[in-house]
Nanobody
C-alpha cells in the first residue's frame, strides 16, 4: 500500500516562502518520477513541478525562477521550495509519483498566500 505524508503548507504573506515535503512509503521511490500539482477553487489540477527518477526537472511557466523541486531517494522524500509567493499560488498542493502510467497521489496540503 502506497502511503504519503505531506507537510509544510499553511498561510503566508505575499513575497514569503514555504517548503512542502512529501514522504512516500510502499514503493521503490527512487524509480518513480515525482511531481507536485495544485488545484485552486474552480480550476483544474495543474502540474507545478516534476522531477524524473534521473533528476531531470520541469516547471510550470508560472513558477519558474520561484519554485525548486528536489528529491532525496535515501529518505523517500520529495520537496518543493516555494519563494516569492503570490496570491495566485493559493491552492491545494498534491504530491504525485508515477511510473509508466502507474500513478499515486498524496492527500494534499493547503497553501494560502494572503495579506
Amino acid at each position: 500500500q502506497v502511503q504519503f505524508v505531506e507537510s509544510g503548507g499553511g498561510l503566508v504573506q505575499p513575497g514569503g516562502s514555504l517548503r512542502l515535503s512529501c514522504a512516500v512509503s510502499g514503493i521503490r521511490f527512487s524509480i518513480y518520477a515525482m511531481g507536485w500539482y495544485r488545484q485552486a477553487p474552480g480550476k483544474q489540477r495543474e502540474l507545478v513541478a516534476r522531477v524524473s527518477s534521473g533528476g531531470s526537472t520541469n516547471y510550470a511557466d508560472s513558477v519558474k525562477g520561484r519554485f525548486t523541486i528536489s528529491r532525496d531517494n535515501a529518505k523517500n522524500t520529495g520537496n518543493l521550495q516555494m519563494n516569492s509567493l503570490k496570491p495566485e499560488d493559493t491552492a491545494v498542493y498534491y504530491c504525485n509519483v508515477d511510473l509508466s502510467g502507474r500513478s499515486y497521489w498524496g492527500q494534499g496540503t493547503q497553501v494560502t498566500v494572503s495579506s
